[in-house]
């Protein structure tokens, strides 16, 4: 009972959820390498039973190193058991933008970089945080963002984390189940 984790992640939100699932799964008896994409290459995952693969969101985009060993490692992968996740900000939107984020985060990067279907996926929300300095992109995607928040009551001037750790801690759980099958 081996499991990968593979993520990457810009400002630390997927890191940060990655760290949980591999601390769930490891409590549960799951080996766990966790490994930072932007850091690290993964040469070999022949010896793993599950490969657990995540992103954060970004313009509506995946981060680049995930998606590479998607790609690189996707024969390999088919005899895989997989898991993929994100950590966006689609749950801010309710059920219209989670449908949505579900399709284009997740099912569509599973059909066009697995061999077969995932064993699971999880979408997850991300950090909202309108102090951090991330560049002319981020800068410019937060004032987009802020209206649309503004729209439903949030006050932007403040520091959000909209991830659920009891859904992530669940679906580490599920997955420890799936690693030991």
Request: glycine share 10%; aromatic share 8%.
């Amino acid at each position: 009972m081996r499991a990968l984790i593979v993520f990457g992640s810009r400002y630390g939100s997927s890191a940060e959820i990655a760290e949980e699932i591999g601390k769930i799964m490891g409590n549960e008896g799951v080996e766990v390498d966790l490994v930072d994409l932007r850091k690290n290459k993964i040469e070999n995952i022949h010896h793993y039973d599950l490969v657990i693969v995540g992103s954060g969101i970004k313009m509506a985009k995946w981060t680049k190193e995930p998606l590479k060993f998607l790609k690189k490692n996707k024969s390999a992968l088919k005899d895989k058991k997989v898991a993929l996740f994100v950590s966006c900000g689609a749950p801010l939107g309710g059920k219209e933008k989670i449908d949505e984020a579900w399709e284009l985060y997740l099912k569509k990067i599973a059909s066009e970089n697995l061999s077969g279907e995932p064993v699971s996926m999880g979408l997850f929300g991300g950090v909202f945080d309108p102090d951090a300095n991330h560049g002319l992109m981020y800068k410019m995607a937060m004032k987009m963002a802020k209206k649309g928040y503004e729209k439903q009551g949030v006050d932007t001037s403040k520091r959000y984390d909209y991830r659920n750790w009891g859904e992530i801690r669940e679906w580490a759980s599920k997955l420890a189940e799936i690693a030991k099958e």
